[in-house]
């Protein structure tokens, strides 16, 4: 596609040295005040995202995945919502302290995203051309409107929409559930964005359009060269597109690595679970192994470690129990765990199949 | 949606029909039109006979319905059982009358109820949303028509106080000083005012709810978000994709409303004396005369099928999903 020039110099290239962030958080936590009390949603989460990159964020539903990325963009509503802290610096700017008008001329430029069920993401009484165009004139006012149908058509067709010159005057009614989240994700890269969230791209719709969907993603994120953030809890999708993951489990960061590194070697029991909890082609196996208990209430969390009521490393030990762990390096500096015997994991290799094409 | 139009209208011809024979057969067997007659011994049985005779009434049902039929699509519903009186122009008049009526009580109520009902949702749980809230709450639970002595109450009060006169308390106009033009209209205006606000009362505390109700869904719906997260400005993330979406539910609401309310407010109607449809309806029963009551029926079913008609289209109009082939 001729249409959208590379925008930034930032070729992913794993062997130059780290290059600065472009997105860094720091210390985020955030809260919701419910009628049960306050629900810590996001608790003191940091991590930083590089340019050209795939970072996987994985956990449970309500592990506060998406609600860290969402409060960004200013996207939580607020009440019952609420910062309480933290750091979110973007292009030289603390995302959390910009204006509301600030944040609105980054929100859909340079930081976009697309959400999780296209089926109801889409406004169904207007054109999914003018949905598109939309995004496109909001932040190029002077552009005219022939151009930004001519542009909505280009993307359209960049995403794989069949027929885009017939499709773009339609409704989102008339289009099938892939093709609306190609017709999002199209939205979401209309301005090039250096960064773009997907939360639970695929997470909506029939196994059999998700992999077509991921080849879209892929292919957006070559032609925008945006640093990716995938919000997911399916492992199989982490291994597919990421490049480095981090796993979230009760508001906060439990692991960090590369890809390769977290499912070779996890080192925090959480993860060990999530990848024991999944079927395996390779073992016939009758019954799957569910990780034992249920996610800690966010209201009143437990003291010391949030994970060890489930945990099988723990065995009861008092230090799990009282002390909660910091993210710590381990083995090597790129791999963080949050686990106070996370050595003992050792030589315990994950159990999910190689990843298959990983990385760029 | 042509092709629609004109189906839906040749669909709604054997409904008529079959309205215009329950309403004959239900009108003609619930009272007997002579009995005031027969109970006057002035008058003879030869000349009840002589009567009867001459209108059919001694006819069978069936057959008096074959008669009304010709007569309503020949002769415009004929004329009346005593003094032969022509139906179709009194009838159209007081359709004038209540379509002026309630055409403004509906576009005020709408555009208030729409107001309320947006900025209620877009400030939530605040003063103005409970406020409100109340507000409509009283309006449900006011009778009309203690509402409507209450405000001529408080026009003649006003009247006799300052010898101020705001509003006029009955009638349509005031054969003194119903000018022409703009007295005319003002003229007009002070007449239906009272009893517009009657009906106001109630029809802006539904739309007010209901616009608050849709409205909210909408505003917590993933488009709206969406349409944040594309970096739009405020205001149009509420006009474009939140009000415009909001609005379709209530326009169902409205239109068949607005059906019903031709039927005439009759209450409002009977105490301000207004010469619409209400009064007209009210005045043919206690004539006990069969005809203007069966054409009234007959123009009212008209109206409402007309209007669910209109709410089709217009809600057609507003969402591209719903098409009609």
New interface residues.
Partial sequence: MRSIPPSGAFAPNPTSPVPEPVLSIRDLVVEFSTEDGIVQAVDGVSYDLYPGETLGIVGESGSGKSVSTMSL???I?QPPGRIVRGEAMFQGKDLLKLS?KAL??????DL??V?Q?PM???????KIGFQIG??IK??NPKVKDDAVKQRAVDLLKLVGVPNPERRVDQ?P?EFSGGMRQRA?IA?AIANEPSVLIADEPTTALDVTIQAQILEVLKKAQDETHAATILITHDLGLIAELADRVIVMYAGKVVEVGDVSTIFASPRHPYTVGLMDSLPKLTAAEEWLTPIPGQPPSLISRPPGCPFHPRCFLSQGRARCREEEPPLRPIDESAHLTACHFAEELEGRAGHLVEPVGAGT | MLTYIIRRLLYSIPVLVATSFLIFTFVSITGDPLGRLRSNPNITAEQIHSIEHSKNLDKPVIVRYGYWIRDAVTKQFGTTLFGNRKIWPDLRRVMGHTLQFILSAIIISAILGIAIGVYSALRQYSLFDYTATTLSFVGFATPVFWLALMLQVLMVQIFLKWNVRVFYTSGLSSSVNAGHGFHFLLDRVQHLALPVIALCALSTATYSRFMRASMLEVLNSDYVRTARAKGLIERRVIMRHAFRNALIPLITVIAIDFGALFAGAIVTETIFTLDGMGFYFVNSLFASDPYPVMAWLMVVATMVIIFNLIADILYGVFDPRIRYE
């Fill in positions: 963009l200013g996207l509503p509301k609105r001329r980054i929100r859909g430029k976009a995203m959400f069920d109801t993401s889409l406004n169904p009484v207007l939309e995004a909001t932040h409704y009614h999002m939205m």
